[in-house]
């Protein structure tokens, strides 16, 4: 039934196209006719010419009879279902151009939004070989700055020792502070132990470290300027001095309990010998929180020697105006 019904389909279609042409060619030759009857010298002359066909009017009366037959027959013969299905068919065409048209326009963007990946496609390789390199020159000089920084880690733990056993002879001393850089020198020494004991407050590192015979090799360097009578006289007069001597305070119960044991006894002799200087004496009776750091060093330590050491602060609580001799290292 499908077959037949496209069979149909198909027929209607060919014979509308035929009723359409039989219609030109009839109004061609009507108007050819006319023509023709108009000029009848020139009709003679194009049939000597052989260029014109000479048709009798009887038959094309008949003719246009015909066709006009056909075109009934053909509006007969195609049902209203066929009428609809030709009005759907030339909307379905439209709407096909019209689609064709959007999917040309379609492709039109989907080829410059390809050209565009591509581009970005190329600007991301390059910008990521860029940054494969910066970060090969990162990895580089993070190992550099290792490098550097284990370098001077070395060199100050040497140069900050042999400064520490120079210190221990008094005559050195004069030495040490006749120079112009020893304001530079306490300002690095308090600076140094105060971002030691922050960075490791959790803990310590063990006493082996470069970094921690720097720190303790800058503290004895201290200890042993104050343990001679013109390095107590300049740490108790000048404000680097004393600002030093703030510093040292400070850190008593900030270094971990139980750990710097060592650092925290360079620290006490320090102070005590800077107590055996009356103006050092005076400034650190000003220090409010100093006797309570002492009498929390006293019951919180376990080390003998450092005990020891607190106690030695008890001119402090009595101001105690005497001299006692100092504690070299």
Known sequence: AMNDTKSERTLALEALALAKEVRTNLRDLMKEWYQTEEGVPLLSQALADQQLLLVHRTDLDK???EAMMLREFVLKILSPDYTSALAKLT???????RVTKDRNLLESEKEQLARKAEGLMVDFEQEKQEKSLVKN???????????QAEYCSTMGASCSTLLWRVSKHEESIHSLLSGSKVNEFFQLVGETVTSYISIYHEGFPSEETEETQFV????????NIAASAYGREYLSSSSCGLDLVDVLCGVLVDIPHGQGTKLK????????????????LTHLSLKPNLIGDLVWVLKESRDVVTRQHALRYKPLLIFWRGRERPLPL
């Open 216 to 223: 303790l090799a800058l503290c004895g360097t201290v200890t």
């Open 63 to 65: 003719l246009a009879t």
């Open 137 to 147: 020159e990162l990895v580089a000089a993070t190992h550099q700055l290792a490098q």
């Open 265 to 280: 006894n360079l620290c006490l002799m320090a102070l005590y010998n800077v107590s055996i200087n009356q103006k050092g």
């Open 91 to 97: 909307s379905t065409e439209q709407e096909l151009h």
